[in-house]
């Protein structure tokens, strides 16, 4: 399995913006599809964004669509997730997971499609 570690989170305003990236090592990320994942306190772990292993497909929660952009950098071995417009029902902890391209041509929002997952970093959105 690939291991994953997230960094960037912290603590914005609304309005503004952050970058989380998700940093791959174990394995090369290209033979991998990767989702954005996000948990508040007292909910559910909700999908957020995902990308296919050449970049060339990606989604979106409708709550993020048109703020938020998922990208990836093969050579680099990370993703990253640029979020713009943040609000404050956007804090949560961010993780990022990963799943092999022969099981996940495209990226899916199901938790359980994903085998392999970073420890999260808390994003935190003041009004």
């Known amino acids: 399995q690939v291991q994953l570690v997230e960094s960037g989170g912290g603590l914005v305003q609304a309005e503004d913006s952050l970058r989380l990236s998700c940093a791959a090592s174990?394995?090369?990320?290209?033979?991998?599809?990767v989702g954005w994942f996000r948990q508040a306190p007292g909910k559910e772990r909700e999908f957020v964004a995902g990308?296919?292993?050449?970049?060339?497909?990606?989604r979106y929660a409708d709550s993020v669509k048109g703020r938020f952009t998922i990208s990836r950098d093969n050579a680099q071995n990370t993703v990253a997730l640029l979020m713009s417009g943040l609000k404050p029902e956007d804090t949560a902890v961010y993780c990022c997971?990963?799943?092999?391209?022969?099981?996940?041509?495209?990226?899916?929002?199901?938790?359980?499609?994903?085998?392999?997952w970073g420890q999260g970093t808390q994003v935190t959105v003041s009004s």
């Open positions: 174990g394995r090369t990320i290209n033979r991998y599809s």
């Open positions: 990308i296919s292993w050449s970049g060339g497909v990606t």
């Open positions: 997971a990963a799943a092999p391209t022969a099981r996940m041509t495209f990226p899916s929002s199901r938790t359980y499609e994903y085998d392999s």
